[in-house]
């Protein structure tokens, strides 16, 4: 599976973003999809993830609210948007997706995942 992140920019406090991650392959429903983010001088982090098929969804506490994660499998696309963007949002986007047997308790950690993007930064300005 290969991985292609887009959508990242610079944004004003407040503003919003749509991500795009584009998946290669065949069987992009079996995957679970997640985003992650890594600021400088940070650990990378759980953002949220698409469970395989897109039965469900689950997001870090600091974004519940303000982020929607969604998949399209007509197009092998997952996406995150981003609204009410906060200055501590500021990172590089990763996405990444598992390979078909993540259980939903390990939606949120890395290790979990096999294939990772390249990653997209996303800038927040004060």
């Known amino acids: 599976v290969q991985l292609q992140a887009s959508g990242g920019g610079l944004v004003q406090t407040g503003g919003s973003l749509r991500l795009s991650c584009a998946a290669s392959?065949?069987?992009?429903?079996?995957?679970?999809m997640g985003w992650f983010r890594q600021a400088p001088g940070k650990e990378r982090e759980f953002v949220a993830a698409?469970?395989?098929?897109?039965?469900?969804?689950s997001y870090a506490d600091s974004v519940k609210g303000r982020f929607t994660i969604s998949r399209d499998s007509t197009k092998n696309t997952v996406y995150l948007q981003m609204g009410r963007l906060k200055p501590e949002d500021t990172a590089v986007y990763y996405c990444?997706?598992?390979?078909?047997?993540?259980?939903?308790?390990?939606?949120?950690?890395?290790?979990?995942?096999?294939?990772w993007g390249q990653g997209t930064q996303v800038t927040v300005s004060s």
């Open positions: 990444a997706a598992d390979q078909g047997g993540l259980i939903a308790s390990a939606t949120g950690d890395a290790r979990a995942y096999t294939y």
């Open positions: 392959g065949r069987s992009f429903r079996r995957h679970t």
């Open positions: 698409s469970f395989r098929g897109g039965v469900s969804a």
